[in-house]
Nanobody, 115 residues
Framework: QVGLVESGGGLVQGGGSLRLDCAASGITFDVYRMDWYRQGPGKSREWVASIGRFGNRNYADSVQGRFTISRDNNKDTVYLQMNSLKPEDTAVYYC?????????WGQGTQVTVSS
């Protein structure tokens, strides 16, 4: 059974840092592109960052220079290091795995940044 389980969310003051983890199971992790998305209150879900199977990274303009995505294929885990957090980063953060037409979503983890 496939599972993506996020952890590491919470409440942090503006300017602080958090690291989100997403542990995958039931998939051949190292062939999947792994993404982070987020959905803020009253907003649509938006893409945040991606890391390809060979480690190539891409970021949304809104997080470029503050967030870092990484992966450990030995642990089947993708990470999102979030620094210099802003109140507008408040959202539910979702892990997403994609390989061809196959995709999976995690259940999400809440990140709240206070001003």
């Amino acid at each position: 059974q496939v599972g993506l389980v996020e952890s590491g969310g919470g409440l942090v003051q503006g300017g602080g840092s958090l690291r989100l983890d997403c542990a995958a199971s039931g998939i051949t992790f190292d062939v999947y592109r792994m993404d982070w998305y987020r959905q803020g209150p009253g907003k649509s879900r938006e893409w945040v960052a991606s890391i390809g199977r060979f480690g190539n990274r891409n970021y949304a303009d809104s997080v470029q220079g503050r967030f870092t995505i990484s992966r450990d294929n030995n642990k089947d885990t993708v990470y999102l290091q979030m620094n210099s957090l802003k109140p507008e980063d408040t959202a539910v953060y979702y892990c997403h795995a994609a390989f061809g037409s196959t995709e999976y979503w995690g259940q999400g983890t809440q990140v709240t940044v206070s001003s």
